[in-house]
């Protein structure tokens, strides 16, 4: 059991999502299968008044493999210890299952190979801390456990877990620039994000890097929030596209490419020993000839990344 001492008062299923950093249905679970107590009380209604100084406890399941969707694809590993596993997803693999997906998904290659997940994201996510979208590659986190897991979901909420991106654009960014637009789903198109004054608060900062042939740019982005297509989202918001990105306003007689964002440095604070880490994701070999075609001497670019915008050592 886990446990922490309640420093206001208010709703259990709050307060724990808080604590947690996680969504409330996956706190509202947690305490329905009576795995949260309050001073030594088992608790089962996420409505609960927790009172200031009160001790809350949970605990979480053990992973439950199920039988995964069958797949034929690898995926490449970048690190792999007891806690963690850091991958570099490719194109065209969906993190985690959904209603609506039904190809296999990153997860089932994880089940697959029968490693230990955390389930505190839900059996649907096992060991999942953050994700990256369809068409996005790069690197990505797994916790093996729920302790892990908790440690990552609290280094994204204080920032000292992160990604820089790299993507190439249709037209070059006037300077660095930061945005902070506040993202929900797009009215007029279930599948798009957009700016909204209801959405959520999101911010992104986005760094020139390299201009190459037919004005197109390459650029470093980071993210302050996590939101759905928030890059996208973002730079469609400056007039901006990233190449291949048909969905958010890219144009281009040329549609064969997939969108050209990539997670390329992903740096944390390891969850057991407390070392700071760094990972470099490879390019995928559909970018690398796009950068060679368009962009001269771009490999010094990106190997300056680590250097102009972080400063932790290398595992």
Same mark, same amino acid.
């Given at each position: 059991?886990?446990s922490? /001492? ?18 409330? =249905? ?13 001073n030594n #009380?088992v608790?089962t ?8 100084g009160?001790t809350?406890e949970?605990s ?19 690190y ?18 959904a209603?609506? /997906? ?7 290659w994880?089940?697959? $190979? ?10 649907e996510r096992?060991?999942?801390?953050? #994700? ?8 990505l986190?797994?916790?093996? =456990? =729920? ?25 070059p960014?006037k ?9 929900g $789903?797009?009215?007029?198109n ?11 608060e ?11 042939k037919? $004005?197109?740019?390459?650029i ?5 929030t996590? #939101? ?11 007039? #901006? ?5 048909e ?6 007689q ?16 390891? +969850? $057991? ?7 470099v994701?490879?390019?995928?070999e ?25 400063d932790? +050592?290398?595992i």
């Amino acid at each position: 059991m886990e446990s922490f /001492v309640a420093q206001e008062a208010g709703r259990l299923d709050k307060i724990l999502t808080q604590h947690l950093n996680q969504s409330r =249905n996956q706190i509202e679970k947690l305490i329905k299968e009576a795995l949260v107590s309050v001073n030594n #009380r088992v608790v089962t209604k996420p409505s609960f008044k927790v009172l200031e100084g009160q001790t809350v406890e949970y605990s979480f399941k053990e992973a439950i493999i199920k039988a995964p969707q069958a797949v034929d694809f690898d995926v490449a590993i970048l690190y792999e210890d007891e806690d963690i596993l850091i991958l570099n997803k490719p194109a065209h693999l969906v993190v985690h299952p959904a209603p609506s /997906v039904k190809e296999p998904t990153l997860v089932d290659w994880l089940m697959a $190979r029968g490693i230990s997940l955390s389930t505190l994201s839900g059996e649907e996510r096992h060991g999942i801390v953050h #994700r990256i979208d369809k068409e996005t590659t790069g690197a990505l986190v797994v916790a093996k =456990n =729920n302790e892990a897991h908790q440690k990552l979901s609290e280094q994204l909420q204080d920032k000292s877990m992160g990604r820089y991106y790299l993507a190439v654009i249709d037209y070059p960014l006037k300077e660095d620039t930061i945005v902070e637009q506040p993202i929900g $789903r797009n009215p007029n198109n279930r599948l798009k994000m957009s700016i909204n004054s209801h959405g959520k608060e999101a911010k992104s900062a986005f760094a020139k890097l390299l201009e190459g042939k037919e $004005r197109l740019e390459l650029i470093a982005a980071k993210l302050y929030t996590g #939101r759905t297509h928030q890059i996208r989202v973002h730079l469609s918001h400056l007039g #901006r596209h990233i190449v291949g990105d048909e969905l958010y306003g890219y144009q281009s007689q040329n549609s064969s490419y997939r969108v050209q964002l990539h997670a390329y440095l992903l740096y944390l604070i390891h +969850p $057991r020993t407390g070392k700071k880490i760094e990972v470099v994701a490879p390019l995928f070999e559909d970018m690398e000839r796009l950068l060679e075609a368009k962009f001269d001497s771009y490999q010094k670019t990106i190997e300056s990344l680590k250097e102009r915008f972080i400063d932790t +050592p290398s595992i």
